[in-house]
């Protein structure tokens, strides 16, 4: 490669990173993305356990659908949920990491 010329990204790829480390800034999809890594979890049993109300973890979960790292499977009336993206489980696991060195 010339020294003139360098590796760059493709703006879509750019985008998407962009948009993956926002969903990660967010507190709160912190502690929900966390919770699921560790098991699957319905709506209410997430409210509960992080002391939100249902309504906010649903609507949290829906962006987190959307931007598929997180799934869902319907069991009766309730869904569960689930991760979906092993790579943005891992990269969350490893910035919990890097900043709970003691």
Partial sequence: MDKNQHATLRSDII???????????DPTRIR????????ECAVSHIAEILELSQ?????????????????????ANTLYYSCDD?????????????????
Avoid: G, M, P
């Fill in 86 to 102: 092993d790579h943005v489980i891992s990269l969350l696991k490893q910035a919990i990491s890097h900043v709970d060195c003691d």
């Fill in 15 to 25: 985008d998407n990173v962009s948009t993956t480390f926002k969903a990660l800034a």
């Fill in 32 to 39: 929900i993305l966390y919770l699921l890594s560790e098991e």
């Fill in 55 to 75: 309504s906010a973890v649903s609507h949290q979960l829906s962006l987190l659908r959307n931007l598929r790292l997180v799934k869902y499977r319907r069991e």
